[in-house]
């Protein structure tokens, strides 16, 4: 009886190391989740589009409830910072850009003027030499002058 037993262990032993360590049977194919987590990727739009793709998100007021942009009318140049603030600096891409707020103008009292510009481009009159983390630097007729953000 006990030969018996043993006998029964023994091929249970065997059968349990066949299945676990898969001496000779067909393993199961690996799934996905084998391989571990996989994070999709999706492009990055700013580099794919040209900076004057974005030109709709600067010269409209997104937070105004008719998204009114600036007048049609041609640009004055003024020559002068005066009433003039830094408001932001971005970076899209490698190009860097400068928001500066002004005095309201036109029709739209109440509403401060709004403008995007960009490091080397011409702007009312001045040159944009630079564009730092807290300062832009404008060059014109009167010489060097920079914009802070206001205090």
């Not at 036109?106 to 510009?117: D, F, H, L």
Request: include cysteine; proline fraction near 7%.
């Amino acid at each position: 009886m006990n030969l018996l037993l043993l006998a029964g262990i023994a091929c249970l032993l065997v059968a349990i190391i066949h299945v676990w360590w898969g001496g000779g049977g067909s393993l199961p194919s690996r799934s996905p989740s084998d391989q571990g987590a996989q994070v999709p990727t999706a492009p990055i739009l700013r580099d794919q589009q040209p900076i004057t793709a974005f030109a709709v998100i600067i010269a409209k007021n997104l937070f105004s409830q008719d998204r009114s942009g600036p007048s049609q009318g041609p640009a004055q140049v003024q020559n002068s910072l005066e009433g003039r603030e830094l408001l932001g600096i971005m970076l899209i891409g490698d190009t860097k850009a400068a928001i500066i707020g002004g005095k309201p103008t036109g029709r739209n009292k109440g509403t401060p003027e709004i403008e995007a510009v960009y490091l080397g481009e011409e702007w009312n009159g001045l040159k944009i030499l630079e564009i730092s983390n807290d300062s832009v630097t404008f060059a014109g007729k009167e010489g060097r002058r920079t914009l802070k953000f206001p205090e």
